[in-house]
């Protein structure tokens, strides 16, 4: 079955950089969610969209922004990383179907130096 | 604020033997849906089994199974006939029901589980 597609799986930036995360939900899913975790800590929600709209928001700094496109994938931008950027960005991906599940992608290891 | 309660930092099962994961949750909804994810070293989020609030039956996945008591807003996982590739962190989230796709998760801090052989 197809997953959820995250790229680039490692990143590697240098302070005040500029990165950008890309995530390709499952497909026929029309809701993507992001997540940080640092390390030794759990996942902090970052923000969703569904239908290409933003449906929430979370603990994200005002230097990230993110947007669903038309096909349904999503890109996280991050402006002036901070070494405290550093984490595992997951993308998750649902539908409803009476219930719901997300299911996470593999993730993108963000280094900042 | 919706908040979600891991007390155990690590566990530790012998093999073939049976753990009990332990999760509280705090919220005033009354629709709501409880997770258990599986973290191995990879870091790849996996979900281990799913749970309604509405539903009174606890839910089961082979080898794995909940403790779901509404009242007392606790969720626990119980893993039995435990097998090395069990070995992972565990993370208890919740996900308030407001309708359609669009509930975010909202994680414990992990329990992290080792299986000695």
């Known amino acids: 079955a197809a997953g959820v597609i995250q790229s680039p799986r490692h990143l590697i930036k240098e302070k005040r950089e500029t990165a950008t995360l890309k995530c390709y939900p499952i497909p026929r899913h029309d809701t993507v969610y992001w997540y940080q975790q640092g390390p030794g800590q759990d996942p902090q929600f970052l923000i969703s969209f569904y239908e290409k709209m933003q449906s929430d928001k979370g603990s994200i700094p005002d230097r990230f922004s993110a947007q669903q496109f038309s096909d349904y994938h999503s890109e996280l931008n991050m402006s002036s990383l901070e070494l405290g950027d550093s984490a595992l960005y997951f993308c998750?991906?649902?539908?409803?179907?009476?219930?719901?599940?997300?299911?996470f992608g593999p993730g993108t290891r963000l280094t900042v130096t | 604020a919706q908040t979600v309660t891991q007390s155990q930092p690590e566990m530790s099962v012998q093999e073939a033997e049976t753990v009990t994961l332990s999760c509280t949750y705090d919220t005033s909804e009354s629709d709501y849906y409880l997770f258990w994810y599986k973290q191995p070293p990879s870091r790849q989020m996996i979900l281990v089994i799913r749970q309604e609030a509405y539903k009174q039956q606890n839910a089961t996945e082979n080898r794995f199974s909940v403790n779901f008591q509404k009242a007392a807003k606790s969720f626990s996982l119980k893993i039995s006939d435990s097998q090395l590739g069990d070995a992972a962190m565990y993370f208890c989230?919740?996900?308030?029901?407001?309708?359609?796709?669009?509930?975010?998760?909202?994680f414990g801090t992990g329990t992290l589980l080792a299986v000695q052989p």
């Open positions: 989230a919740y996900s308030p029901n407001y309708g359609g796709a669009t509930n975010k998760l909202i």
């Open positions: 998750a991906s649902s539908i409803d179907r009476g219930y719901y599940e997300q299911y």
